[in-house]
T-cell receptor, first 118, second 113 residues
Framework: DAGVTQSPTHLIKTRGQQVTLRCSPKSGHDTVSWYQQALGQGPQFIFQYYEEEERQRGNFPDRFSGHQFPNYSSELNVNALLLGDSALYLC?????????????????FGPGTRLTVL | AQSVTQLDSHVSVSEGTPVLLRCNYSSSYSPSLFWYVQHPNKGLQLLLKYTSAATLVKGINGFEAEFKKSETSFHLTKPSAHMSDAAEYFCVVTYEGGNKLTFGTGTQLKVEL
């Protein structure tokens, strides 16, 4: 059973560019969440997708956007990259109990994409 | 706002001795609490979770944690450390009505021979 997969593993961009990161959820999962982990810090919640819609969002600017496809895979897009966007981007998948948010859902994480902005 | 505080940024133990990683949470609402582990260059792995059932939660690899409402704590313990336990550990909280994970700042566990 494949777990959560992310691509690419590493990425180097320059300021002002745009980037797209990809995530495939664990088999059977329908919800994808994205987190940003800066060096030496805990992950910060960016947003969550369920039924192809953004269901929750953290304190990140509109430069961060996403998408979820009918097969539940997801993309994270970041526009106008800043040096401060350099981080490990983590995708997590879970199985939702319908539309209601459940605090007990277990989220399974992928290995992450290391983004470096020069 | 929901939050957790990990009281130690670094913990060092000898192999075979007990491990204690401390975590306190804010008490606004009924929390669900998790411990995740992150080994270098690897993703986060769930160790255990508390969801208002038994207050003593057993997880993988011999770890356990006890939810203490009176102390707003959820400390992670293991009776005997192994070299393979060396990693970063995160205490995580969610609250009823939401499921975005809020992470602590992490505790780096070092295990020495």
């Amino acid at each position: 059973d494949a777990g959560v997969t992310q691509s690419p593993t590493h990425l180097i961009k320059t300021r002002g560019q745009q980037v797209t990161l990809r995530c495939s959820p664990k088999s059977g999962h329908d919800t994808v969440s994205w987190y940003q982990q800066a060096l030496g810090q805990g992950p910060q919640f960016i947003f969550q997708y369920y039924e192809e819609e953004e269901r929750q969002r953290g304190n990140f600017p509109d430069r961060f956007s996403g998408h979820q496809f009918p097969n539940y895979s997801s993309e994270l897009n970041v526009n106008a990259l800043l040096l401060g966007d350099s981080a490990l981007y983590l995708c997590a998948s879970s199985l939702s109990s319908g539309r209601r948010l459940s605090s007990t859902d277990t989220q399974y994480f992928g290995p992450g994409t290391r983004l470096t902005v020069l | 706002a929901q939050s957790v505080t990990q009281l130690d940024s670094h913990v060092s133990v000898s192999e075979g001795t007990p491990v204690l990683l401390r975590c306190n949470y804010s008490s606004s609402y009924s929390p669900s609490l998790f411990w995740y582990v992150q080994h270098p260059n690897k993703g986060l792995q769930l160790l255990l979770k508390y969801t208002s059932a038994a207050t003593l939660v057993k997880g993988i690899n011999g770890f356990e944690a006890e939810f203490k409402k009176s102390e707003t704590s959820f400390h992670l313990t293991k009776p005997s450390a192994h070299m393979s336990d060396a990693a970063e550990y995160f205490c995580v909280v969610t609250y009823e009505g939401g499921n975005k994970l809020t992470f602590g700042t992490g505790t780096q566990l070092k295990v020495e021979l």
